[in-house]
């Protein structure tokens, strides 16, 4: 089983639609979660990490289900910039090895 | 904040040749740098760990004997792809964990800009 599982995608949506991805993970004692975004052939960029309470940064909402062992990414009023490939990524529970999901496709239509 | 600067950003080689690859830590030290590879469509894959001063530790099924990794200060790390054939053309890139204090989010993780490997 993989580390780190996503649904590929591809997610077509029209500017202004909320969009949401899953990511799951096998080991529970992992520790640290994020997302990344990378856009098409340029390295991966942090955009946020994913607290257990769950947290918010303007239209972008994670939360982190440790009893299911997946994290999500909510995107509200989707922009034609938020086009790029979401990444989760989770950290192992010895802190110094990362573990990427394929990734998600978001493509925003106008 | 913390730069990583990985170049060349995009080189072509003939098959048999080598290609060396550096990542330089700009303005904090990196004591760890893991080496990812990645190919079309697919996820970022963890090719080694190097820690500044040691071997790396090369992940299951990477050839350590054909990707060169000296990691001999603590700001410039290096992958050597070593008699490069085409199946080694692929996105390679850099990241180094970032020590940032005291937390539960007391590092992060910073990457180079990628370097895309053809070989022909």
């Known amino acids: 089983r993989k580390e780190v599982e996503q649904d590929p995608g591809p997610f077509n949506v029209p500017e202004g639609a909320t969009v949401a991805f899953n990511c799951t993970y096998s080991n529970s004692a992992s520790q640290s979660f994020f997302w990344y975004r990378q856009d098409c052939r340029k390295e991966p960029k942090l955009l946020m990490s994913v607290y257990s309470s769950g947290n918010e940064d303007g239209r972008f909402t994670a939360q982190l289900n440790r009893a299911s062992q997946y994290i999500s990414l909510l995107i509200r009023d989707s922009k034609l910039s938020d086009s790029a490939t979401y990444l989760c990524v989770v950290n192992s529970n010895t802190g110094n090895q990362f573990y990427f999901g394929t990734g998600t496709s978001l493509t925003v239509i106008p | 904040g913390a730069v990583v600067s990985q170049h060349p950003s995009w080189v072509i080689c003939k098959s048999g040749t080598s290609v060396k690859i550096e990542c330089r830590s700009l303005?904090?030290?990196?004591?760890?740098m893991f080496w990812y590879r990645q190919f079309p469509k697919q996820s970022l894959m963890l090719m080694a760990t190097s820690n500044e001063g040691s071997k790396a530790t090369y992940e299951q099924g990477v050839e350590k004997d054909k990707f060169l990794i000296n990691h001999a200060s603590l700001t410039l790390s290096t992958l050597t792809v070593t008699s490069a054939h085409p199946e080694d053309s692929s996105f390679y890139i850099c990241?180094?964990?970032?020590?940032?204090?005291?937390?539960?989010?007391?590092?992060?993780?910073?990457f180079g800009s990628g370097t895309r490997l053809t070989v022909v």
């Open positions: 990241s180094a964990r970032v020590d940032r204090g005291v937390g539960q989010f007391n590092y992060g993780y910073t």
């Open positions: 303005d904090f030290q990196a004591t760890t």
